[in-house]
Every structure is written in structure tokens, then in C-alpha cells.
């Protein structure tokens, strides 16, 4: 019987009265403050991305933002500014509610975390901001603190990107640059080796000078058949036949320099057109990827003058007019079930060893 009594006293008297007393008498008021807020501004692609760190939309930011209020480095940089052991200092009777004055920064942060809810919807990136502080007049000013270092935080970041882009453009427009000197060079090269500027302008040439032998020749073979048969003993049929010949090799080894017949024959115009065609093509491909990082290095420069972040406020924090912290009728109602819920089974547990020992 002592020893059921012993453990009532324990288990169920002890903790209801100790938090009943708590709850109602030494629980220190808090003031909760909320605001609403969205990222805005920008509107350039490093604006709606944020590169290897963070992607996607303008809700990234949100996203950002939350988990910057949630960090430990919103702590040390609001430390700066705001006293927040003296802050949340401000409790009298209360032994449990307070940060410590000898709190180190991890303790600090633990209890950050517990004063703070944070909320962000993923459709819209609207993120919920709850800040819980021992005084209405602390808990506007540290919210209000709060936003202007997300919202410095948040451009910090930007302009880091931005710049980063920048670089990376300037190496790319660099690189393209080199690129394209190269495949001058390689043309102007294999343009020297062969002897021709423009393929195109010396196969219109050679077409011409073709044309003009061919005209020729069918003049000279209607002299040629007219003398054979009219003088066919004449030294000029003999003289008349062996310009025809010259004119055919003429024409024929025109024809062969414009495309040869012969597998591999380097000196060709056709196989000179494809080895000067290839080097174009290796300069239009190298132009156009120049033409494109100067694109991409004017965003990046012109990113840098566009608008910063911006935290837009959709519900604005007011002063609290009543504390809504702690929940004491809740709280100690919650220790009255939870102490009676583990009474109950120590007393069933110690009956069933009383009679099991019986």
C-alpha cells in the first residue's frame, strides 16, 4: 500500500500540481507576431534560378528564405544588431521559458528554432513567418529584423550569381573567340595551299574558259570537216586536226581540274571545294557559338543593372495586443492525461506482478 501511494505521489500528484502550478502562476506571457511574405524583383534568369545552389522558380527564393530564418546564420547575423539572450531573457519567475544568459550558440539556435514557425506553399512560394518573444515590442522589432536580413540575404546571393554568371560568360565569349580565330587561320591556310580565294569565283571561271574552248572547237571542226572534204590532200586539214587535238586536251584536262575522275586526286577543284567547304563550315560553327556567348555576356551584363530582390509583405506584422503563448489550460491538461495514462499502467503492471509472486 506505501508503495502505491509512493508511486501516486510520484507519477500523478507531482506532475499534475507541478504543471498546474507552472502553467498558472510562473509561465511567462509570449507575444507571437506573423507576417506573410513572398521573393519578387529581378525577373532574369539568374533571378528565377539560383544556379548549382538553388533552382527552379521565384518560389526557390522563398524556399531559400525559409530555411535562411530557420539557420543558424540568421541567428549570428541578427546578433549583430539585436541583444537576443536579453531579449529572450525577459522572464522573471519563469525557470524553463528564458534563454540563459550563458547560452552558447548551438543552445541559442535550438531555442531560435523553438520560438519560430515557418511555412512555405510550394504553388505559390508564399512563405508564413511566426515569431514568438516575451514582450509585444520585442517580438514586432525582432520580426521586422528578421525580414530586412532575408531580404539583404536574399540579393547578397542574387549578386553573387549574377557576378558568377558574368565570369563565366566572359570565359565563354573567350573561348568562342579563340575558337573562331583558329578556324580563320586553318582557311586562310588551306586557301594559301591551293592556291584560291574563292572556290566558287574559280569554278565560274573555269565553267567560262570551258565554254569559250568548247565554242572553238566546234568552229574548228567545221572548218576541219569542210576542208576534208573540199581539200582533203591540203597541209591545212593536217594543221586544222592537230589543233583540234590540242583543243580536246585542253578541254579535257580542264575537266579534270574541275572534278577528277580519279579517286583521291587532292588537286581537283571539287576535292579543293570540299577541303575549303569543310574549313567555311568550321568558321560559320565557330561564328555563330561567338555570336551566341556575346548574347549571353550582354544578359549577364545587363543583369547586373536590373532591379535586387525584394521581400513583398502580403500580411504585414502588427504589434500583439495579448499573449496567445503558452497554451496553459492545454499544456496542463496535457500533463494531467499523460500522468494519469502512466499511472494507470504502473498500477496494472504492479498488480500483475503482486499476483504473479502470490
Avoid at 565569349?173 to 586557301?191: G, I, K, N, P
Avoid at 560553327?285 to 525584394?310: G, K, N, W, Y
Avoid at 503563448?325 to 498488480?351: D, E, H
Wanted: no cysteine; net charge negative; hydrophobic share 45%.
Amino acid at each position: 500500500m506505501r508503495v502505491l501511494t509512493l508511486a501516486f505521489l510520484v507519477i500523478w500528484v507531482i506532475p499534475v500540481v507541478g504543471g498546474g502550478v507552472y502553467y498558472g502562476f510562473l509561465a511567462a506571457d509570449q507575444y507571437v507576431t506573423e507576417s506573410r511574405f513572398s521573393i519578387n524583383g529581378g525577373g532574369s534568369g539568374v533571378d528565377l534560378a539560383l544556379g548549382g545552389v538553388i533552382g527552379g522558380t521565384s518560389s526557390s527564393y522563398s524556399t531559400y528564405a525559409a530555411e535562411y530564418i530557420k539557420s543558424s546564420n540568421v541567428v549570428e547575423d541578427i546578433r549583430a544588431y539585436v541583444d537576443l539572450k536579453s531579449v529572450f531573457g525577459k522572464v522573471q519567475n519563469d525557470p524553463i521559458s528564458g534563454l540563459k544568459p550563458e547560452a552558447t550558440l548551438e543552445e541559442t539556435v535550438e531555442f531560435w528554432r523553438n520560438q519560430i514557425k515557418v511555412k512555405t506553399e510550394s504553388l505559390s512560394g508564399q512563405v508564413t513567418f511566426q515569431l514568438r518573444a516575451f514582450t509585444p515590442e520585442d517580438s514586432l522589432a525582432l520580426h521586422e529584423a528578421v525580414l530586412a536580413k532575408t531580404e539583404a540575404k536574399i540579393n547578397e546571393i542574387s549578386d553573387r550569381m549574377r557576378q558568377v554568371r558574368l565570369q563565366e560568360a566572359e570565359v565563354a565569349v573567350a573561348r568562342a573567340r579563340t575558337a573562331l580565330e583558329a578556324a580563320l587561320r586553318d582557311l586562310a591556310r588551306t586557301r594559301e595551299k591551293h592556291g584560291i580565294l574563292d572556290v566558287e569565283l574559280s569554278i565560274r571561271s573555269y565553267e567560262e574558259l570551258i565554254q569559250s574552248l568548247r565554242s572553238e572547237r566546234a568552229k574548228l571542226e567545221q572548218r576541219l570537216a569542210v576542208s576534208r572534204i573540199t581539200t582533203p590532200n591540203a597541209p591545212e586539214v593536217t594543221i586544222l586536226a592537230s589543233q583540234l587535238d590540242i583543243l580536246n586536251g585542253q578541254i579535257d584536262a580542264l575537266n579534270a581540274k574541275m572534278a577528277s575522275q580519279t579517286s583521291g586526286d587532292a588537286e581537283s577543284l571539287a576535292a579543293i571545294a570540299v577541303d575549303i567547304g569543310l574549313r567555311e563550315t568550321d568558321v560559320t560553327i565557330a561564328r555563330t557559338e561567338l555570336v551566341a556567348r556575346l548574347a549571353d555576356l550582354e544578359t549577364a551584363t545587363s543583369e547586373l543593372v536590373e532591379q535586387d530582390m525584394f521581400v513583398e509583405i502580403n500580411v504585414r506584422p502588427t504589434l500583439p495586443q495579448k499573449a496567445t503563448y503558452p497554451k496553459r489550460w492545454q499544456s496542463w491538461a496535457l500533463i494531467t492525461a499523460a500522468a494519469t495514462v502512466l499511472y494507470l499502467v504502473t498500477m496494472g503492471l504492479g498488480y500483475l506482478v503482486r499476483d504473479n509472486m502470490g
